[in-house]
T-cell receptor, first 116, second 114 residues
Framework: EPEVTQTPSHQVTQMGQEVILRCVPISNHLYFYWYRQILGQKVEFLVSFYNNEISEKSEIFDDQFSVERPDGSNFTLKIRSTKLEDSAMYFC??????????????FGPGTRLTVL | DQQVKQNSPSLSVQEGRISILNCDYTNSMFDYFLWYKKYPAEGPTFLISISSIKDKNEDGRFTVFLNKSAKHLSLHIVPSQPGDSAVYFCAASARTGGSYIPTFGRGTSLIVHP
């Protein structure tokens, strides 16, 4: 069964450093997403990406964040200068073309980001 | 601003009994609702969904009920099994750019005792 994969599973970084979180969405999906979940809180939407551009973003997704699809398979989230409050689980998700059940988003296992 | 509320942070049920997880929403524009299950150290896993044109959707042991007038939905699991123990997230979305970005509730931790 196809699945979303994410690397690394755990990333530890110093405050102010740049991090890149990587995701490989399900191969025939067209929409890609990043979410985060701070410990003990709800899953929060960050950004969606379609047709090589951002389609929606939340207020959390400020200038410190960027996304890229550098090739036909990877989807990355970059945080330019990490802050302590960026520590969270980051989930990548993908969905199909939007008809019927393909509105459903399928999530990866997450990357735990720890900013020291 | 909690547009999707899961007021019970936890629920404990005996194996074989019914588990009922509840969810309330405030945004009348929501027209597609989903339940996700999440185990520790894993991403949310899609469980079942329902569109606003229906009031019930069933998939095996899982049934989701939607009451649009009350802006309430519930997930019924029957019979409950120990493997169902997980955090269950309710999510709701409105058609926006075709991507159906869901808004998640805070989750309900279900524990099914053998």
């Amino acid at each position: 069964e196809p699945e979303v994969t994410q690397t690394p599973s755990h990333q530890v970084t110093q405050m102010g450093q740049e991090v890149i979180l990587r995701c490989v969405p399900i191969s025939n999906h067209l929409y890609f997403y990043w979410y985060r979940q701070i410990l003990g809180q709800k899953v929060e939407f960050l950004v969606s990406f379609y047709n090589n551009e951002i389609s929606e973003k939340s207020e959390i997704f400020d200038d410190q964040f960027s996304v890229e699809r550098p090739d036909g398979s990877n989807f990355t989230l970059k945080i330019r200068s990490t802050k302590l409050e960026d520590s969270a689980m980051y989930f990548c998700a993908s969905s199909g073309s939007g008809t019927g059940g393909s509105y459903t988003q399928y999530f990866g296992p997450g990357t735990r980001l720890t900013v020291l | 601003d909690q547009q999707v509320k899961q007021n019970s942070p936890s629920l404990s049920v005996q194996e074989g009994r019914i588990s009922i997880l509840n969810c309330d929403y405030t945004n009348s524009m929501f027209d597609y609702f989903l339940w996700y299950k999440k185990y520790p150290a894993e991403g949310p896993t899609f469980l079942i969904s329902i569109s606003s044109i229906k009031d019930k959707n069933e998939d095996g042991r899982f049934t989701v009920f939607l009451n649009k007038s009350a802006k309430h939905l519930s997930l019924h699991i029957v019979p409950s099994q120990p493997g169902d123990s997980a955090v269950y997230f309710c999510a709701a979305s409105a058609r926006t750019g075709g991507s159906y970005i869901p808004t998640f509730g805070r989750g309900t931790s279900l524990i099914v005792h053998p």
